[in-house]
């Protein structure tokens, strides 16, 4: 597939403006007063994501691949990620903070309330509609009784006469041409010699 001419643009301006932000980053670093110190936090940073962070997501993804109502232990998991991304650094910050007012609640006491309650409510959610086993066995009872004769080209009321024909031993109904009605006895009738 050949790029357009304002593919190429976007592509080649989009780069631009990756380079650029890079300088930009680079010359900010560079005046620091201690550059050491932030490109040893930003190695670190990058290191906690790549080598733990992204495989204990990928981990739990394939635990979780299998499992019925996936999409709904995604979201939770999503969530509750998501909470304890933004309370981890109130919680990790060593020492009492410059500013009182900054931290005037007990984030762990309510970081953990948050994470139960996201608990409980992903498995009541799951109890009462991610349990996709419970509803098709459901389904396929209903369906067990009518639905799946009919898929056959049969009604349940021809069922039930032929049932009847054959606990009465009866030969079967003919059709309005002479032959068998559609959806009776293929083959050869019990008491009878078939067609």
């Known amino acids: 597939m050949r790029n357009t001419d304002a593919q190429l643009v976007l592509r080649y301006a989009l780069g631009g403006l990756g380079l650029g932000l890079i300088g930009l980053g680079a010359w ?9 110190g932030v490109l040893l936090w930003l190695t670190g940073a990058v290191v906690l994501h790549d080598g733990v ?11 979780i691949a299998a499992r019925p109502a996936r999409g709904l232990w995604r979201g939770a998991l999503i969530v509750a990620g998501s909470v304890t991304l933004v309370t981890l650094p109130l919680l990790v910050r060593p020492g009492e903070p410059p500013n009182p007012s900054a931290l005037p609640l007990p984030y762990g006491r ?8 996201v608990g409980v409510v992903t498995g009541v959610l799951y109890l009462v509609r ?16 009518g639905e799946s004769v009919r898929g056959r080209g049969e009604s349940v009321t021809r069922r039930r006469e032929r049932r009847a024909r054959r606990e009465r031993r009866e030969p079967p109904a003919r059709g309005p041409e002479g032959g068998r009605d559609r959806g009776q006895g293929r083959g050869r009738w019990r008491g009878g010699t078939g067609d």
Request: net charge positive.
């Open 28 to 36: 900010l670093v560079a005046a620091e007063p201690d550059p050491a």
């Open 110 to 117: 309510n970081l953990a309330i948050v994470l139960g309650a």
């Open 53 to 63: 962070l992204a495989p204990l997501v990928l981990a739990v993804g394939l635990l």
């Open 130 to 145: 991610g349990r996709p086993e419970l509803v098709r066995r459901r389904g396929e009872s209903v369906r067990g009784r």
